[in-house]
T-cell receptor, first 111, second 114 residues
Framework: LAKTTQPISMDSYEGQEVNITCSHN???????ITWYQQFPSQGPRFIIQ???TKVTNEVASLFIPADRKSSTLSLPRVSLSDTAVYYC????????????FGAGTRLFVKA | DGGITQSPKYLFRKEGQNVTLSCEQN?????MYWYRQDPGQGLRLIYY???????QKGDIAEGYSVSREKKESFPLTVTSAQKNPTAFYLC?????????????FGNGTRLTVT
């Protein structure tokens, strides 16, 4: 099972770029890496997903090195509304379905 | 709008009672999931279903039961055998098994058992 490790919390200021790294040393060949954002008393919301190298969408970028043992979520120019918990998820169907949510990183964006 | 609907948002029960949490999706997704979230912690998988009339235990299935009689519905019953039922319960769906397509979550049901 690919367990994940993320920083417990991070602080940033509005307008800065924020990078959150997730470690997943035991990632399996079929596993994808997915990041979610969660606000209090709401369900998580999908941000971005990737398998290798770099993926970019309108809200974030995901960097995955060749060995895939870690990944970095990059949020450009954060705002106060980006204050949330960010989860790194590693999962896939590898002969037995398991899913591992990281403990999450609490990002606090200050004015 | 397509999405996941969980009801009720808040639920209170007495210890020893079974309670069923509703989850409905209109996304035409095959796979559905139930997660439990405790304060300050991540999500843990309770049950998942790949297709109608089939479901599998997740990491913490003890004390819970599910059914999948219809594609759009995946109710979760928290039984009296669940030792610590008070938690935030999240239902999700995906077009295919997780890892191949993103999860879509509902906004949760907060269950309090006293």
């Amino acid at each position: 099972l690919a367990k994940t490790t993320q920083p417990i919390s991070m602080d940033s200021y509005e307008g800065q770029e924020v990078n959150i790294t997730c470690s997943h040393n035991n990632i399996a060949t079929n596993d994808y890496i997915t990041w979610y954002q969660q606000f209090p008393s709401q369900g998580p919301r999908f941000i971005i997903q990737g398998y290798k190298t770099k993926v970019t969408n309108e809200v974030a970028s995901l960097f995955i090195p060749a060995d895939r043992k870690s990944s970095t979520l990059s949020l450009p120019r954060v705002s106060l509304s980006d204050t949330a918990v960010y989860y790194c998820l590693v999962g896939g169907y590898t002969g037995g379905f398991k899913t591992i949510f990281g403990a999450g990183t609490r990002l606090f964006v200050k004015a | 709008d397509g999405g996941i609907t969980q009801s009720p948002k808040y639920l209170f029960r007495k210890e020893g009672q079974n309670v069923t949490l509703s989850c409905e999706q209109n996304l035409n997704h095959d796979a559905m999931y139930w997660y439990r979230q405790d304060p300050g912690q991540g999500l843990r998988l309770i049950y998942y279903s790949q297709i109608v009339n089939d479901f599998q235990k997740g990491d913490i299935a003890e004390g819970y039961s599910v059914s999948r009689e219809k594609k759009e519905s995946f109710p979760l019953t928290v039984t009296s055998a669940q030792k610590n039922p008070t938690a935030f319960y999240l239902c999700a769906s995906s077009a295919a098994l997780q890892g191949l397509s993103p999860l879509h979550f509902g906004n949760g049901t907060r269950l309090t058992v006293t």
